[in-house]
Nanobody, 133 residues
Framework: QVQLVESGGGSVESGGSLTLSCAAS????????VAWFRQAPGKERQGIAA????????NYADSVKDRFTISRDNAKNTLYLQMTSLKPEDTAMYYC??????????????????????????WGQGTQVTVSS
């Protein structure tokens, strides 16, 4: 059974940094899309960072580009989101997501992992990030 467990959220002042972790069990992130999403109260869920683990471009939403970095530690089977220069508008629940192993190849092109046709099979429970001004 696949489980994704996020950690690392918390409260931070504007301009601060946080690193979120997403530890996977039952899933190796092999040849699939992995991503971080966020959802603020009253707003739709937003994809903010994603890449195809078999090799390809990493894509970021404009709102987080140059401030956030998505990465993966194969040995630890963990996905990360490094967040710097945090702003109050970054306040949201953050979720990691992964597709089914071995099924990401058709989406390896740039922005493929954010395409409407791609279904993320696995989601974490979320971790709250609150940024105060």
């Amino acid at each position: 059974q696949v489980q994704l467990v996020e950690s690392g959220g918390g409260s931070v002042e504007s301009g601060g940094s946080l690193t979120l972790s997403c530890a996977a069990s039952g899933h190796t992130f092999r040849s699939t899309c992995v991503a971080w999403f966020r959802q603020a109260p009253g707003k739709e869920r937003q994809g903010i960072a994603a890449f195809y683990t078999g090799g390809g471009t990493t894509n970021y939403a404009d709102s987080v580009k140059d401030r956030f970095t998505i990465s993966r530690d194969n040995a630890k089977n963990t996905l990360y989101l490094q967040m710097t220069s945090l702003k109050p508008e970054d306040t949201a629940m953050y979720y990691c997501a992964a597709g089914a192993e071995g099924e990401g190849e058709p989406y390896r092109a740039s922005w493929g992992c954010f395409s409407r046709s791609y279904q993320y099979a696995y989601w974490g429970q979320g971790t709250q990030v609150t940024v105060s001004s």
